[in-house]
């Protein structure tokens, strides 16, 4: 898989736009970017993927670079739900056996 | 949409016994089921891949012995941790897809204390 690059942790007021960036300079043509989040004890929930073409979901939206190798998850309006840890992966093409690897992700934190 | 549930959400056992965490597609078929482990404040390692109706396939430094993965039906993958210790002691998670390249969906982690 390719590897990803994320900030360790970002803070962000309530009620306030988030961007969560994430690096990934030796993307390939065919990989698509992932995002999922983590809230404390819980398993991971997905948020939202694209190709190329930016993407908006009742969640998110994640706008990608034109070059593709870097990409930013836009949180419009944070609330304290949103507290979380952000990972930005690159799952790469093979069908149903495709492994998602977890890198050590961004924590947010949102402040009230 | 797309649920997996994961059963049962906390375990306490003895250290030397072995425990048994299910992972079952609720609304879909999976044919092939990933199973990860957390510790505290880190991220989650994948563990191991689990194949309906073959074999898993272990990441390296898994113990395949120790950590038994039947997946005998479409929708039910099961983890066997056997002879546990407290280094043990994780947050498991399962996760299925329900189409190929779609996102995968996670259970709600198996939170296991080995005393």
């Known amino acids: 898989d390719a590897k990803t690059t994320q900030p360790n942790s970002m803070e962000s007021n309530e009620e306030e736009p988030v961007h969560l960036p994430c690096n990934h300079s030796?993307?390939?043509?065919?990989?698509?970017i992932h995002w999922y989040r983590q809230l404390p004890s819980q398993g991971p929930e997905y948020v939202i993927h694209?190709?190329?073409s930016n993407v908006n979901n009742r969640m998110a939206s994640l706008a990608i670079a034109e070059d593709r190798k870097s990409s930013t998850l836009i949180l419009h309006r944070a609330t304290l739900r949103d507290a979380a840890v952000y990972y930005c992966?690159?799952?790469?093409?093979?069908?149903?056996?495709?492994?998602?690897?977890f890198g050590t992700g961004t924590l947010l934190a949102v402040q009230p | 949409g797309a649920v997996v549930s994961q059963h049962p959400s906390r375990v306490i056992c003895k250290s030397g016994t072995s425990v048994k965490i299910e992972c079952r597609s609720l609304?879909?078929?999976?044919?092939?089921m990933f199973w990860y482990r957390q510790f505290p404040k880190q991220s989650l390692m994948l563990m191991a891949t689990?194949?309906?109706?073959?074999?898993?396939?272990?990441e390296q430094g898994v113990e395949k012995d120790k950590f038994l993965i039947n997946h005998a039906s479409l929708t039910l993958s099961t983890l066997t941790v056997t002879s546990a210790h407290p280094e043990d002691s994780s947050f498991y998670i399962c996760?299925?897809?329900?189409?190929?390249?779609?996102?995968?969906?996670f259970g709600n982690g198996t939170r296991l204390t080995v005393t």
């Open positions: 030796t993307i390939s043509g065919t990989d698509y």
């Open positions: 992966i690159l799952p790469g093409y093979g069908g149903a056996t495709n492994k998602l690897i």
């Open positions: 689990s194949n309906e109706g073959s074999k898993a396939t272990y």
């Open positions: 996760s299925a897809r329900h189409r190929d390249n779609s996102p995968l969906h």
């Open positions: 609304d879909f078929q999976a044919t092939t």
């Open positions: 694209g190709l190329t």
